[in-house]
């Protein structure tokens, strides 16, 4: 299953399939961009992040990519679980600026058992 | 490590009360923030600290006073709760701000 992001906040996918989540980032001049993850009740969490200066980078079950031409990012999570069920935050760092993170809105993940 | 701790985890307070909300981390990270989280707005800072002693406002600081006068210990003031600050408030802490940030489990808070 796919989402995109803003325009489609929730996103199901059946547990066992691959699961991707959108994010269009808002500034050129970002240069580092994480992934967290939030289960309901609680804090966020970090999942994985990526400079700039990569296209892809992989953990464990999950995958970043990075497209800087579209400013877009994605992130991969592989044979979606039950416990993959959260909310998904995309952040950016602006270059030169170590103190503020931009997070996205978020994506809801819901997977079917 | 207890990690990044915050207390209470519910608070119902009525227009014009103050309070503060604290947060405490064991990581000896000098790098401690508050987030505000309502929904559909995901997270917005409110104030964060680049160490004891130093602190800088966020995006939203109206409203809300911070301190540091310890590595460990970050609290928010509430000066005088409106109805507006009804959220659900988040502490994280990292070693820098382009580390990877810790976050505790939140204040629900509620204004009458």
């Known amino acids: 299953g796919e989402s995109v992001g803003l325009h489609l906040p929730t996103l199901s996918v059946q547990e066992g399939d691959n699961s991707i989540i959108n994010c269009a980032y808002s500034n050129s001049a970002s240069d580092y961009f994480i992934w967290y993850k939030q289960e309901s009740g609680k804090g966020p969490q970090f999942i994985i992040d990526i400079r700039s200066n990569m296209d892809k980078r992989q953990g464990q079950r999950v995958t970043v990519l990075l497209n800087k031409t579209v400013k877009h990012l994605s992130l991969q999570i592989a044979a979606t679980q039950p416990g993959d069920s959260a909310v998904y935050f995309c952040?950016?760092?602006?270059?030169?600026?170590?103190?503020?993170?931009?997070w996205g809105l978020g994506t809801s993940l819901g997977v079917n058992p | 490590n207890a990690g990044v701790t915050q207390t209470p985890k519910f608070q119902v307070l009525k227009t014009g009360q103050s309070m503060t909300l604290q947060c405490a981390q064991d990581m000896n990270h000098e790098y401690m923030s508050w987030y505000r989280q309502d929904p559909g707005m995901g997270l917005r800072l409110i104030h964060y600290s680049v160490g004891a002693g130093i602190t800088d406002q966020g995006e939203v600081p109206n409203g809300y006073n911070v301190s540091r006068s310890t590595t460990e210990d970050f609290p928010l003031r509430l000066l005088s709760a409106a109805p507006s600050q009804t959220s659900v408030y988040f502490c994280a802490s990292s070693y820098g701000g382009r580390d990877t940030q810790y976050f505790g489990p939140g204040t629900r808070l509620t204004v009458l």
């Open positions: 952040a950016e760092h602006l270059a030169g600026n170590n103190r503020k993170l931009i």
